[in-house]
């Protein structure tokens, strides 16, 4: 019998949501006290006037001095014919002003500049009305003025016509050949908005977009005459006019067939996990050399300028050998031979002598294990670790995107081919209020803020602990059914990443109960875990799969790669979950191609053996859960192991620095279980024990196993490196990992230079992570 990945059945406890009267009563009761006090005191002098906007809404705004301190009121108005749900003010306080209050309005503070989310409660602006009487107003201290740069969902505030960027000076070739020409141009000026990009036309057609003030035109024809253009374009989309368009003519490749010499002296100049940076010494060409490629095996990956000796190439897998060339290339497009060949290996995730630390967490937590996000840092846990993992959210089961934004439980029953479809916790992720005694920092949660739960408390743990990276994991055993599905085709696989990207990496949040919003959930996530169970073989009861989810795989991750590296900046984490099955490797995961992708794997190290809160898998026997070794005892005819089970990757040719090893912080028990002479272990059994749950028979976290059990005797097997525990009298006994046989594997798992090292879930460990302690101990 194959192994499970947590056969776990989550529970999740009807909860009530947060109503919103009570948040509501008292901000609307606070803004109805400011103003009785303030009315009396001064007049109100109107100091902008609405005026008809670019969308519907405009905002007026208002001061009301007070001598010591004053009100300035911004007044929403939607002239339009249909209500609008959801505004952003944008302003910039006068000099000397500092604001010292803010009511009826999420606010930030950037210098002098403000930005303000509407509350829950004054989202909707009805069609032809005004927030009033909640409209966002401050106190403030300063001479009273009014903010410039108002806008209201980036219109105008008062209403009138974006003013467009001028034309950029007038462009020059700075570098012309056979089949490109290099443009340079002084920047646009004026406008209201920050200029974004450039566009270059060919005479009225736009051959690039840029957001410098230079580009390069390619895929011209030789000894050809063109005419170029640029324009600008700013925040907001408003295009400016176009310079006055340059003539060039590319150069005739027939007056010059003599090609570049070769770069030389080709080195690297430093890597990470994701670039290398490399350098060369100057060719020589008889007229000009234009362009220097860089080369990745035979592709190529990046042109620079002739007078740039140096580039970084990224978009690299971890631990991963590449080889590179650079070819110069003169003004006809003559290529040069190309230069030696440098080898270069990239860095692992964790770095040179180090080991990875990560640790799922389980989003139903917070329920019956009562085990937030706080207790990774009051357990010292989110000091140890390098990377968590959110888990698990789901696929939606019709448009086959990644779902968010539903509360719904999944079935009761495990083997119910639909438990969890369309199951989800949006009010665990980012809509239940924390209370300061739940919360990371000791501050609660507002009840009206767009980002609480778990989100909210991974953004606040994150803040405390710089280094902790964060990362969604999706499926799991009981949302894998519709990967297959999603993974299908180029067009499904595109829409599925896109939407993961946007929902989970850009923070585009559904709005739930308040709560949500586009990029709300923005900055919380550093990468995206595939935990498919299983490609190619079967998993859930109801799973979709078929053995073309080899492929589909592959391509899956490439796609999520792709997707990731274009969005720029800090390189974002791409992991997955994986079998220690050889037949589910062999069915599912091409382990030559798939870590061409994945920074690295988390390898299974447990639930070996086991049996179900069903009594299905392996209900009459008891075995070990989590050996690091062939117990040379084993009588099943496939002997499941840690070594075993990262062999088959070693053997396939994946770098050790790609592969984390599971490390199981629960038990798995077995009732009904004999002595037999050797302490019950391999004997007979009656069943899965009681669980600490009881929709969860057959497991209980560390923690409650070795207090629900304070005289179970506790054996280490040397031989096969496992912990069990037998009660004698009620005939149970349990499979766990504790302090001693994680030292024995963080050993071994250094010394076969293994990348680090993982924990399904933190929420078994003790109040005072004794087991990540020894963890953390082991790896360093």
């Not at 290996?345 to 990560?358: M, R, Y």
């Not at 300061?436 to 602990?465: C, H, I, P, T």
């Not at 191609?593 to 639930?607: H, K, M, T």
């Not at 809160?613 to 499941?640: A, C, I, K, M």
Request: aromatic share 10%; net charge negative.
């Amino acid at each position: 019998m194959f192994p499970r990945r947590r056969s776990l059945p989550r529970t999740t406890p009807a909860v009530r949501p947060p109503g919103p009267g009570g948040p509501r009563r008292l901000r609307h009761r606070a803004a109805a006290l400011g103003t009785a006090l303030l009315l009396p005191l001064a007049a109100l002098t109107a100091l902008a006037s609405p005026a008809q906007a670019a969308g519907t809404l405009t905002a007026t705004f208002t001061t009301q001095d007070n001598g010591s301190w004053w009100k300035g009121t911004y007044v929403v108005r939607n002239t339009g014919t249909a209500p609008v749900t959801g505004w952003t003010l944008e302003f910039d306080l006068p000099a000397g002003v500092t604001v010292s209050g803010n009511y009826n309005g999420e606010v930030t503070v950037s210098g002098r500049h403000v930005t303000v989310k509407n509350a829950f409660y004054n989202a909707t602006v009805a069609a032809g009305g005004t927030t009033e009487p909640y409209s966002y107003w401050f106190t403030a201290g300063g001479t009273p003025g009014t903010p410039t740069g108002c806008t209201v969902n980036g219109d105008k505030c008062d209403g009138s016509p974006d003013v467009p960027p001028t034309a950029p000076g007038a462009p020059k070739a700075t570098a012309i050949t056979s089949r490109t020409v290099a443009l340079s141009w002084p920047a646009a000026s004026g406008g209201d908005h920050p200029v974004a990009s450039y566009e270059v036309l060919k005479g009225s057609e736009t051959v690039t977009v840029t957001s410098g003030t230079s580009a390069t035109v390619t895929g011209l024809t030789p000894a050809t005459e063109y005419s170029f253009s640029v324009r600008a374009k700013d925040v907001r989309g408003n295009t400016g006019p176009a310079t006055a368009p340059l003539t060039v003519r590319t150069v005739d490749p027939s007056t010059d067939p003599v090609p570049p010499t070769a770069p030389g002296n080709l080195r690297s100049t430093g890597r990470t996990a994701s670039t290398v940076g490399l350098a060369w010494d100057r060719s020589t060409d008889n007229v000009a050399v234009a362009a220097y490629d860089v080369y990745r095996g035979s592709t190529l990956v990046k042109s620079v300028g002739a007078d740039t000796l140096a580039a970084t190439v990224e978009g690299l897998s971890p631990a991963t050998p590449y080889t590179f060339t650079v070819k110069a290339r003169d003004t006809a497009d003559n290529p040069s031979p190309a230069s030696a060949a440098l080898a270069v290996t990239t860095d692992d995730v964790a770095g040179a002598g180090k080991q990875l630390k990560v640790g799922y967490y389980a989003q139903w937590g917070i329920y019956g294990r009562q085990y937030f996000v706080k207790n990774l840092d009051t357990s010292g846990a989110a000091a140890k670790l390098d990377v968590i993992n959110y888990s698990f959210e789901n696929i939606d089961p019709k448009n086959l995107t990644c779902q968010a934004g539903v509360t719904k439980g999944v079935s009761a029953d495990p083997q119910d081919p639909d438990e969890g479809t369309g199951a989800g916790d949006a009010d665990a992720d980012y809509a239940r209020p924390m209370s300061a005694g739940q919360s990371v920092d000791g501050v609660a949660d507002d009840g009206w803020g767009k980002l609480r739960g778990n989100f909210n408390q991974l953004k606040k743990l994150k803040a405390k602990y710089p280094k902790l990276k964060v990362v969604v994991s999706l499926g799991g055993w009981t949302y894998s059914k519709f990967f297959s599905d999603a993974a299908a085709t180029q067009q499904s696989r595109e829409k599925f990443v896109k939407s993961c990207i946007d929902v989970w990496i850009k923070g585009d949040l559904p709005v739930y109960n308040g709560a949500g919003g586009p990029g709300t959930g923005a900055g919380i996530f550093d990468g995206i875990d595939i935990d498919w169970e299983w490609p190619g073989s079967e998993g859930h009861p109801g799973n979709h799969y078929g053995p073309q989810d080899k492929d589909n795989l592959t391509a899956l991750l490439a796609e999520f790669r792709k997707q990731l590296d274009a969005l720029g900046g800090e390189h974002r984490l791409l992991t997955a979950f994986t079998p220690a099955d050889p037949a589910k490797i062999e069915a599912g995961w091409d382990l030559g191609r798939i870590f061409e992708s994945l920074d690295y794997a988390n390898v299974q190290g447990y639930d070996f053996h086991g049996a179900g809160s069903d009594n299905s898998w392996e209900p009459n026997r008891v075995g070990h859960g989590s050996n690091l070794y062939t117990d040379d005892q084993d009588p099943y005819s496939f002997h499941f192991s840690v070594e075993n089970a990262v062999k088959a990757y070693l053997d396939a040719g994946v770098s050790p620095r790609k592969i984390t090893v599971g490390f199981p912080f629960y038990g798995r028990g077995w009732q009904g279980v004999t002595d037999g002479g050797v302490n019950g272990e391999w004997q007979s059994a009656g069943g899965a024990a009681p669980g600490q749950f009881d929709t969860e028979a057959g497991v209980r976290g560390y923690n409650n196993l070795i207090t629900s059990f304070p005289n179970m005797v506790v054996r280490h097997d040397e031989q096969s490196v496992s912990t069990y525990g037998y009660t004698g009298a009620n005939g149970q006994w349990w499979s766990f990992d504790d302090t001693w046989s994680i030292g024995k594997k963080t050993a071994w798992i250094k010394s076969k230079g293994l990348l680090g090292g993982f924990v399904w879930e933190m929420s078994g460990d003790t109040p005072d992570g004794k087991l990540m302690t020894a963890l953390d101990s082991g790896l360093k």
